[in-house]
């Protein structure tokens, strides 16, 4: 798993305004924490969610709380809504839980989301299409959202490359 916060994250998170408030953000399957890292260095509160409790246990940061959960069942969602600033989700995606994730998210909150999508099954992992994302399918499960920055882009990281899908988008209801 990648330790390094992505560059979509980074650059998100630059053009997302600051209030001057302590905002809450949540690290949907935050893995290793790389985003979650990043975001308490960047002055949130940080709620890092994961299924593996080993994950969770190997990474620490101010202001970050550590929520041990299975985040696809869809009635055992462990957020109340409207909470979240922000929700970061990389490199994860199961479709069924975007309502779960757009009711978390206080109305001026902010969702960044970057996945695998179509093509990527070219480079290597994951190859299941149920993980991946079509064309302009991350536009049709964000459509509640005020779009800001949308792409679907092959990066390159060293010598490997990825295909992904990427968003930022604005809770404006
Ligand atoms: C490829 S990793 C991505 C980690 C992190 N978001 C990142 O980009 O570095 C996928 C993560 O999803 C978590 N995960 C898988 N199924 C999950 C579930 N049902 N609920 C919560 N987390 C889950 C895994 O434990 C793993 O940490």
């Given at each position: ?12 998170i ?52 550590k ?23 990389t ?13 978390s ?17 070219k ?12 064309k302009?399918?991350?536009?049709t ?33």
């Amino acid at each position: 798993m990648i330790k390094k916060a992505s560059n979509w994250v980074k650059f998100c998170i630059s053009k997302i305004p600051k209030n001057g408030k302590k905002n809450i953000a949540m690290d949907l399957a935050c893995g290793l924490g790389r985003h979650s890292i990043f975001l308490s260095k960047n002055g949130y509160k940080v709620i890092s969610a994961d299924l593996d409790f080993a994950f969770l246990k190997s990474f620490h940061g101010k202001n970050i709380l550590k929520v041990q959960a299975d985040l696809e069942i869809l009635l055992a969602w462990p957020f109340k809504n409207n909470i979240f600033d922000l929700v970061v989700a990389t490199n994860f995606l199961n479709r069924r839980i975007f309502s779960n994730i757009e009711n978390s998210i206080k109305k001026d909150g902010y969702l960044i989301y970057e996945t695998f999508a179509e093509g990527q099954q070219k480079f290597g992992k994951p190859r299941n299409k149920k993980f991946l994302l079509k064309k302009n399918e991350l536009l049709t499960l964000t459509k509640n959202l005020k779009l800001i920055f949308y792409e679907e882009i092959k990066v390159k990281s060293g010598k490997t490359k990825f295909v992904k899908s990427r968003i930022l988008c604005k809770n404006v209801r």
